[in-house]
């Protein structure tokens, strides 16, 4: 029998507006450590205008996020939708490339609860009306 739940990460996410960065840069052009040292609060879902209107480029959103407890034996997938070319990375390690205006479900694998992951979504659009357009969620399932 599947088990399956879901955690939803809507809300307010870190974000570094990257003026600097390629859209094939595996990391800020800060670097990790300095990421957290220009960012901003944005609001997820949400285009990149409803913070940096005229903003075109690359866009890291990032956040901490802790499984539950009972998520210990099954696969965690990350379900969004961005309008956007998006890259899925979790403590700073690539995992996926997402193609513009689409659907983005990522195997983030295995994972330990209650240990802190860090969770971030390179986005990268021409202007300023892409971003993170659905709810981001967390989606465990055991079978």
């Known amino acids: 029998m599947d088990k399956q739940s879901e955690e939803n990460l809507d809300g307010w996410w870190h974000a570094f507006f990257d003026a600097a960065a390629l859209p094939a840069q595996l990391e800020p052009s800060v670097g990790w450590q300095g990421i957290d040292d220009h960012k901003e609060s944005t609001p997820v879902p949400g285009a990149f205008s409803l913070l940096q209107p005229g903003h075109g480029g690359v866009v890291w959103y990032h956040r901490p996020f802790?499984?539950?407890?009972?998520w210990g034996k099954g696969e965690v997938w990350l379900e969004c939708a961005a309008r956007s070319r998006v890259q899925v990375f979790l403590d700073e390690t690539p995992l996926s490339t997402v193609a513009e205006e689409s659907t983005v479900a990522v195997r983030l694998g295995r994972l330990l609860p209650l240990r802190v992951y860090n969770l971030c979504l390179k986005v990268w659009h021409q202007d300023d009306s892409g971003g993170i357009i659905s709810s981001v969620t967390l989606v465990?399932?055991?079978s």
């Not at 802790?66 to 009972?70: D, F, G, R, S």
Request: charge should be negative; aromatic fraction near 24%.
């Open 66 to 70: 802790v499984l539950p407890e009972w």
């Open 140 to 142: 465990y399932r055991e």
